[in-house]
């Protein structure tokens, strides 16, 4: 199974009225999110074939930016184990129980995605995920290794064993 864990995309700080589940993503935040969709798309071994989000609505904006520039079909599942502040061991269990093929993309919440991926692969030395930032991760066979880790900012990709401290000092 390949993942890609991706954090939502920078929102308003106030939604009057909504509380923090209702912020949506600012201006910044969807031109971001759309240049990661975008780059994300450009190669089927990086294009999502499930999408799974937090129901928030910052998180579910991100997916379907995501689902947009990668032309998916299917279904944007919102779970509420991707919500912020969930046990990632509810998400782990969700993620053995899927017999899916391909690439699913996980949106959500930091530290949560951070929690995740220290779980799968351990600790990568990388601190949290940037919004709009990816990690991918292969599971095979039990065994988990990450892939690479996208820092939106400089449109940044680290593969595998360059990843560290974040931001490293890898080169591009």
Do not use: C, N
């Not at 600012?26 to 240049?35: D, E, F, L, N, V």
């Not at 799974?52 to 995501?66: F, K, N, Y």
């Amino acid at each position: 199974m390949e993942i890609l864990l991706v954090r939502h995309g920078h929102a308003v700080d106030d939604a009057p009225g909504l509380g923090d589940a209702g912020r949506w993503l600012s201006a910044r935040g969807r031109k971001t999110t759309r240049r990661v969709a975008r780059w994300l798309a450009e190669s089927k071994k990086r294009r999502p074939a499930l999408i799974w989000t937090s129901p928030l609505v910052r998180a579910t904006q991100t997916a379907e930016i995501l689902a947009a520039y990668a032309d998916y079909k299917g279904e944007i599942r919102a779970l509420a184990e991707l919500s912020p502040g969930r046990d990632p061991g509810d998400l782990r269990k969700l993620l053995g129980e899927e017999r899916e093929l391909g690439l699913l993309a996980l949106v959500g919440h930091e530290p949560s995605l951070s929690t995740l991926a220290k779980a799968l692969v351990g600790d990568l030395g990388y601190g949290e995920l940037r919004k709009s930032g990816v990690l991918a991760i292969s599971l095979e066979e039990g065994r988990a290794k990450a892939r690479f880790l996208l820092d939106p900012s400089e449109m940044t990709v680290w593969k595998g064993s360059e990843i560290g401290p974040y931001p490293p000092a890898a080169t591009k």
